[in-house]
T-cell receptor, first 114, second 113 residues
Framework: GAVVSQHPSRVICKSGTSVKIECRSLDFQATTMFWYRQFPKQSLMLMATSNEGSKATYEQGVEKDKFLINHASLTLSTLTVTSAHPEDSSFYIC??????????FGPGTRLTVL | QKEVEQNSGPLSVPEGAIASLNCTYSDRGSQSFFWYRQYSGKSPELIMFIYSNGDKEDGRFTAQLNKASQYVSLLIRDSQPSDSATYLCAVNIVSGGYNKLIFGAGTRLAVHP
């Protein structure tokens, strides 16, 4: 149980385009999902908390207009990187909460912006 | 600023030995503690969680929690080369009315044959 999927697993796009990443909880419902970013050889950085039916809560320093989060159902949250630039290239990972507070991670999406 | 501290390593142990990974945290109000394993290029995978003081065992893994000392550790018995990965300690905090995890930077474990 507690399986989380992400799609796509890898994406390459041109600078200035927008990219949407989907995060799904496959065998449980998740009121809360999280979005993280990880640069090479660094730890996870929490970007935002996504709550079903309400606006996402962004961490300090994360641009909410650039990283759009939608949590439309109890099994799906999406992250859209708008007007992507090379510095947005990173490993984006979502997690979904099962039970009280246990986070299960998706496999991640590697974004490369040319 | 809530913090979680881990030794970055690498921690090198021979195959079959016990690997001991340590973590300290700053928020005395934290109640939930997690260990994740992350292989290079992959996302974190949950190993264990622990809520109560003392030891919790699951197969070759034992998590230990001491809330008075704000210390949590992970022991890996009979270490295998496949255990070579980065181990992330995570502590749950409540911020702005929401639960979220604060991660340590991770300890890199290398198990050599």
């Amino acid at each position: 149980g507690a399986v989380v999927s992400q799609h796509p697993s890898r994406v390459i796009c041109k600078s200035g385009t927008s990219v949407k990443i989907e995060c799904r909880s496959l065998d449980f419902q998740a009121t809360t999902m999280f979005w993280y970013r990880q640069f090479p050889k660094q730890s996870l950085m929490l970007m935002a908390t996504s709550n079903e039916g309400s606006k996402a809560t962004y961490e300090q320093g994360v641009e909410k207009d650039k990283f759009l989060i939608n949590h439309a159902s109890l099994t799906l949250s999406t992250l859209t990187v708008t007007s992507a630039h090379p510095e947005d290239s990173s490993f984006y990972i979502c997690s979904a909460v099962a039970g009280a507070d246990t986070q299960y991670f998706g496999p991640g999406t590697r974004l490369t912006v040319l | 600023q809530k913090e979680v501290e881990q030794n970055s390593g690498p921690l090198s142990v021979p195959e079959g030995a016990i690997a001991s990974l340590n973590c300290t945290y700053s928020d005395r109000g934290s109640q939930s503690f997690f260990w994740y394993r992350q292989y290079s290029g992959k996302s974190p995978e949950l190993i264990m969680f622990i809520y109560s003081n003392g030891d919790k065992e699951d197969g070759r893994f034992t998590a230990q929690l001491n809330k008075a000392s704000q210390y949590v550790s992970l022991l890996i018995r009979d270490s295998q080369p496949s255990d070579s990965a980065t181990y992330l300690c995570a502590v749950n905090i409540v911020s702005g009315g929401y639960n979220k995890l604060i991660f340590g930077a991770g300890t890199r474990l290398a198990v050599h044959p």
